[in-house]
């Protein structure tokens, strides 16, 4: 089994001048790229990504690309995370669900954002060792293992729903979870290249906006791809 990058002990979690340095290197080139909303770009600036990184590739924290954290998974480029999340309209309170918990990092920005976030994930091992982990960071969603193409509707209705996985459809389990004025926002298509999807529940109907291709891992479950 391929190490998790993320897992750090408690005692060497640092973020000293430097790395808060780079944060807002990183944050000055995703306002120039177009992100606009301030309040998720100073979370952006709050959270150590660095953290989450092994040593290898600790150089390339700030770098705006994806790099993989173990079990086949990444942690996604920063303009994907912000770009995703922008399209979220977080508001302080939303009640979120996170598709796809992955390292945490995602769950941390909406958290900096002031949502509450409850995040789901398919892989045993990143669920464990994620929930582990956050909390040393001073984060804590609420935590859930299982299959999130069928979202968690024991905890349903959602102000926002976010999906960091490439679906082959919109899960239809994730509309019905939506509350009134939610948003849901989706990467939809192949296992390769998926299309940002943006739903918005207003009076039972679905007003669909569609944006820009980007490429994530596989959504995987019983309303996503089937595990290989």
């Not at 926002?185 to 290249?193: A, E, Q, S, Y």
Request: positive net charge; glycine residues 10%; hydrophobic residues 40%.
């Amino acid at each position: 089994m391929q190490k998790l990058a993320f897992l750090v002990p408690k005692s060497m979690i640092e973020d000293n001048y430097k790395q808060r340095g780079l944060r807002g290197k990183l944050v000055r080139k995703l306002r120039q790229k177009g992100i606009r909303d301030e309040r998720l770009l100073e979370a952006i600036a709050k959270v150590p990504r660095h953290v989450f990184f092994d040593d290898a590739l600790l150089g390339h924290a700030y770098e705006d690309k994806a790099f993989p954290i173990g079990e086949g998974q990444t942690i996604s480029q920063p303009y994907t995370v912000a770009f995703q999340t922008e399209k979220l309209e977080i508001k302080a309170g939303d009640k979120v669900l996170e598709i796809g918990t992955g390292s945490g990092y995602q769950a941390c920005i909406l958290l900096e954002m002031g949502a509450k976030v409850y995040t789901i994930e398919y892989n045993r091992a990143l669920y464990q060792k994620t929930r582990e982990f956050l909390p040393e960071l001073g984060y804590n969603p609420f935590f859930f293992f299982g299959d999130g193409s069928k979202g968690l509707p024991v905890r349903a209705p959602y102000d926002k729903i976010i999906v960091t996985a490439g679906a082959p459809v919109v899960p239809d389990a994730l509309v019905t979870q939506l509350g009134e004025n939610g948003i849901l926002v989706v990467p939809v298509g192949n296992r390769d290249k998926q299309l940002m999807v943006k739903l918005t529940k207003q009076k039972g109907a679905l007003i669909k906006e569609e944006f820009d291709f980007f490429s994530f891992v596989p959504l995987l479950g019983e309303h996503g791809w089937k595990s290989q």
